[in-house]
């Protein structure tokens, strides 16, 4: 099973930017998993916000966040990314990436199901104050 770590998240002000990364280690070759961001606030339900699938040529964002976000990733250095721009106070939130268990269709990944994930990273807080 791949091994996820976040890092990068942080405190800024509001219309910021910040860019929350993920490493992965063993597990299949990191180009074999799309990937998944996700978000949960204090109090609230964890919300998906993003994926991208092995190549990095197809990427998916939800409403909250796209025209804000892109998600790059780099499968040399098993890496993929979340860069926020002109950030809100409502992004506030622990951010988690996530790889999708083998085999899932990409429809189900968009649909942002967490069960579609099979492994989760320990998240990174972002902090936007107003």
């Known amino acids: 099973q791949v091994q996820l770590v976040e890092f990068g998240g942080g405190l800024v002000q509001a219309g910021g930017s910040l860019r929350p990364s993920c490493a992965a280690s063993?597990?299949?070759?990191?180009?074999?998993?799309?990937m998944g961001w996700f978000r949960q606030a204090r109090g609230k339900e964890r919300e998906f916000v993003a994926a991208?699938?092995?190549?990095?040529?197809?990427?998916y964002y939800t409403v909250s966040v796209k025209g804000r976000c892109t998600n790059p990733r780099n499968n040399i250095k098993n890496t993929v990314s979340l860069q926020m721009n002109n950030l809100k106070p409502e992004d506030t939130a622990v951010y988690y990436c996530?790889?999708?268990?083998?085999?899932?269709?990409?429809?189900?990944?968009?649909?942002?199901?967490?069960?579609?994930?099979?492994?989760w990273g320990q998240g990174t807080q972002v902090t936007v104050s107003s």
């Open positions: 996530a790889a999708v268990a083998g085999g899932a269709p990409w429809s189900a990944v968009v649909r942002g199901d967490p069960r579609v994930f099979g492994s």
């Open positions: 063993g597990g299949r070759t990191f180009s074999s998993y799309a």
């Open positions: 991208i699938n092995w190549s990095g040529g197809t990427t």
